[in-house]
């Protein structure tokens, strides 16, 4: 069974979504379907996702301690994965990524995979950057991808 928690964050409404335990999805900023597959539930691992969310927000937290599940084929899961070997804080470049998974001309893929990715945030697809060292594709716009790396370098000093 799936269950959904909607929150309030600086960035804007979030939907945050669990199946069996596992963080599978976090929406942000969408329009939320009323669906009947996913229920309205207040559980524990959703409650823990609001209160980790909000700490990283407010500069308490660095990283994550969530089981997460994040749908896709079986390369996205590959650079998901390494996404969240980054430092909080850091960047790296597509080409990195593809470099790290295997794939050392796969910059493009890593960006479609990213862009693809369920659970931003938590898998910290903003930090990956183009070879220029300059901000270019994210989901939720770029405008949204600064903003998190700001905070993130601004929060590392103080944590």
Not at 14 to 37: H, M, V
Not at 85 to 106: C, F, L, S, V
Request: aromatic share 8%.
């Amino acid at each position: 069974m799936k269950y959904y928690k909607d929150i309030n964050t600086v960035i804007g409404k979030a939907r945050i979504i669990e199946e069996d335990g596992y963080i599978i999805e976090l929406q942000i900023n969408k329009d939320f379907d009323k669906n009947e597959d996913i229920l309205e539930k207040d559980t524990n691992i959703l409650k823990n996702t609001e209160r980790q969310l909000s700490e990283y927000f407010s500069g308490k937290r660095n990283t994550f301690d969530l089981k997460l599940n994040s749908k896709g084929t079986d390369f996205m899961k590959k650079v998901w994965r390494e996404l969240l070997n980054i430092p909080y804080g850091e960047t790296r470049t597509y080409k990195e990524i593809a470099e790290k998974i295997g794939n050392p001309k796969g910059a493009r893929a890593v960006g479609m995979a990213n862009n693809k990715n369920p659970i931003p945030i938590i898998i910290p697809c903003h930090r990956v950057i183009g070879k220029n060292k300059k901000l270019v594709g994210y989901a939720l716009g770029l405008d949204m991808k600064e903003f998190l790396l700001n905070l993130e370098r601004k929060n590392k000093k103080e944590i």
